[in-house]
């Protein structure tokens, strides 16, 4: 069992108190923490109204129906999760993560094969950041472009 926290730090056969207090700094100290085993995973990352939950074993790649879960219930999944218990699996509404198609990269040696990718919630929130800095870029790009045709005319 292995416990990732988003500041890169990877704990080894975590015990239940390292879980809860990586779990607790979600949102604050860390953006997101992974504990995964055997290619299955729980992870959780920090929403506008709470956490949200993310998990994926044999059957799939899941995402929480919720965004608001609170701190002591995502450190009981996470422990059920450590104990090999899948009773949080029923306990919350979770939907299937629609899996990407890239149909130009090449599988198993052949070109344009089709090639399923899911992405995790590190991805996603780099994506994410990624996206806002950009967003950040235009708009001050934007802010300067205004304030030299203000002063042009």
């Not at 044999?58 to 104990?83: A, M, N, P």
């Not at 919630?121 to 045709?149: P, Y």
Request: hydrophobic content about 35%; charged content about 25%; aromatic content about 8%.
């Amino acid at each position: 069992m292995k416990l990732e926290k988003s500041n890169g730090k990877i704990i080894q056969n975590p015990g239940i108190e390292e879980l809860n207090d990586a779990i607790a700094k979600i949102g604050g100290e860390l953006d997101f923490c992974i504990l995964s085993q055997d290619g299955t995973f729980i992870q959780t990352a920090a929403s506008q109204d709470g956490l949200i939950i993310q998990y994926s074993d044999s059957s799939g790649l899941f995402e929480s129906s919720r965004d608001d879960f609170d701190i002591s219930t995502v450190q009981d999944f996470f422990q059920q999760f450590l104990e090999n218990k899948n009773e949080w699996k029923t306990a919350a509404e979770f939907t299937t993560v629609q899996v990407q198609n890239d149909d130009t990269s090449t599988e198993g040696g052949i070109s344009g094969g089709p090639q399923h990718t899911q992405k995790s919630f590190k991805e996603t929130l780099a994506d994410s950041v990624k996206q806002e800095a950009l967003n950040g870029v235009n708009r001050a790009a934007k802010r300067l472009t205004r304030g030299f045709i203000k002063k042009l005319f």
